[in-house]
């Protein structure tokens, strides 16, 4: 693993600044036919775009398609740099026969852009910065891989507002650290692999951001309970592996648990390291067991003292989960026969989710807030539809709100005065030429971008929301205008209202109560 040294980082990254390899300049490189093939581990459409040479091409060679590159092309490219990426080690003689001029990149860098617009390159092992199925293959069980669908999903959905300490568990190559470092006045980042650890150091240091606090251990041990977090990220280990599979657990993906054992333990304890207020944010995947309701399984993980919102974007069943698992660890290439054998394999693991009663696994976001409350708001729905990235805005202000809720009784509610979410756009649904349409159908077309059946009241109400006049107001105008009684309406609304409030149609104004 190269050297961390601030000079040699600092050089390279005014290299790589001056050369445009960053995420813009590679898109605008490439070509986007050749661009979204690397996220298929497809290299050769950039290969054949970056036979000319340039400082650019010979960065994109070397340091993501990791290929050798003669002494000279590379010096040029790097300038200054040159020198100090061989002696501190991203830059290794290539050692083929044949290629004794030639030096290749000791591991992948992968321009990334960052919220703002930043420059940033994510360091991870060869062949591991791009996406794709093909498989880590013969790697060490310690691998490290670079950035993914799964790290940029949490980067998106985590709440970004000014912390003073936040947490990466399982920090792997150090992305969600260095999102971190934007908004957190300190970031400490734990891995029970050490080498995902200088992984993160490298990250952090390439990109120009303020070292982390890195401490090497296993789930919440690196940390202590008098040091609580504000906010808490985590993108786990959580592969259910079969425990006769362990021989090939890797590092990355199996925390060598049983079942989805790290992610209940990772919820459960969150409460004890989150400062009031805190956050926790993880992916996970769960198992669907035979008997069991999996909203009522997840229920019994979060901690008391914490709201929590859970959703679960994708359901597999057992075989799909088994074949995506082993095409990731490359077991789907052609092996000897035996008791390591792809079809062995497979077999091991759907003797597993027998043995567990597992007959699918869920995957999704858990999102945890330590309100404190004795009552804690819990949301566990499924959302397999499109949203709009980022979240973290979405997460934020869906917390906010059942604190509103939790706050003001159906007497407080209609004195409060609403706002129509921005995006909120309305559906009629019914045969051509009705005089009334079958339904009416709210729908966001930002964040979440839910959709929310209402009868012709709600959709009234939703309607005339501008900030300016109480809701029981609008209730009573209502009422005289379709000739219902009053009270009646304003006893039997408020349930409505606190279902649009909730899923962020309507947004309560601030009061002076």
């Known amino acids: 693993m190269p050297s961390g040294c601030t000079a040699t980082t600092s050089r390279l990254r005014e290299a790589f600044l001056a050369a445009d390899f960053t995420a813009d300049g590679l898109l605008e490189l490439l070509g986007a036919p050749a661009y979204t093939a690397l996220a298929r581990s497809e290299t050769v459409p950039a290969l054949r775009v970056t036979r000319g040479g340039s400082p650019l091409e010979t960065l994109v060679r070397l340091f993501l398609l990791q290929r050798p590159v003669p002494r000279a092309q590379a010096h040029a490219a790097l300038s200054q740099a040159y020198d100090a990426a061989l002696a501190s080690g991203w830059l290794v003689p290539a050692a083929l026969p044949g290629d004794a001029d030639d030096v290749r990149a000791a591991v992948d860098v992968r321009p990334y852009g960052g919220p703002e617009g930043q420059d940033w390159w994510i360091v991870s092992d060869l062949g591991c910065a791009v996406g794709g199925t093909s498989g880590v293959g013969d790697r060490a069980a310690d691998v490290v891989l670079g950035v993914g669908g799964a790290s ?13 300490r936040a947490l990466d568990l399982g920090a792997g190559s150090g992305i969600q650290a260095l999102h ?3 908004h957190a006045s300190s970031v400490t ?5 050490p080498r995902a650890l200088r992984c993160t150091v490298l990250t952090l240091a390439l990109s120009g951001a303020a070292p ?17 977090f504000d906010l808490i990220v985590s993108n786990p280990p959580f592969v259910i592996t079969p ?5 090939s657990r890797l590092v990355y993906r199996d925390a060598g648990l049983s079942g989805d054992d790290v992610c209940r333990t990772l919820v459960r304890n969150a409460a004890d390291h989150l400062a009031d207020g805190g956050y926790c944010q993880l992916l996970a995947n769960w198992q669907h067991v035979a008997g069991q309701d999996w909203r009522e399984r997840l229920r019994s993980w979060l901690p008391p003292g914490c709201d929590a919102w859970v959703v679960q974007r994708e359901v597999q069943d057992v075989t799909q989960y088994a074949e995506l698992w082993l095409r990731d660890a490359g077991d789907h290439r052609a092996q000897p026969d035996g008791a390591r054998s792809y079809a062995a394999r497979y077999d091991a693991w759907l003797d597993e989710f027998e043995r567990t009663g597992t007959q699918g696994v869920g995957f999704g976001w858990i999102a945890l807030r330590k ?8 949301t566990i729905e499924e959302w397999t539809h499109p949203v709009e990235q980022p979240l973290g805005d979405t997460v934020r202000a869906h917390f906010e709100r059942q604190d509103f809720l939790r706050a003001y009784d159906d007497a407080a509610l209609l004195g409060t005065r609403f706002r129509l979410a921005d995006g909120v756009l309305q559906e009629q649904i019914g045969p051509p030429g ?13 964040g979440m971008r839910r959709a929310s059946q209402v ?3 709600g959709a009234g109400f939703a309607g005339v929301c501008d900030g300016t006049l109480p809701a029981g107001r609008i209730l009573d105008a209502i009422a005289q205008l379709v000739g219902e009684d009053q009270t009646v309406l304003r006893d039997r609304t408020p349930q409505a209202i606190r279902l649009l409030v909730e899923q962020g149609f309507l947004l309560p104004e601030p009061t002076d109560r």
Do not use: C, F, K, M
Request: glycine letters at 4%; proline letters at 9%.
């Open 180 to 182: 971190a470092t934007q």
């Open 434 to 446: 009705a005089e009334d349409p079958e339904h009416v159908v709210l729908r966001q077309s930002r």
């Open 455 to 457: 009868d012709t009241v």
């Open 371 to 378: 309100s404190g409350a004795a009552d804690p708001a819990v």
């Open 152 to 164: 940029t999903t949490l980067a998106g959905i985590t709440v970004r507002t000014p912390v003073r």
């Open 189 to 193: 980042a734990t891995d029970v692999n």
């Open 212 to 228: 982390p606090d890195v401490r090497e251990g296993s789930l919440y041990a690196p940390v202590a309970h008098d040091e609580p």
């Open 243 to 247: 425990r006769a599979d362990e021989a």
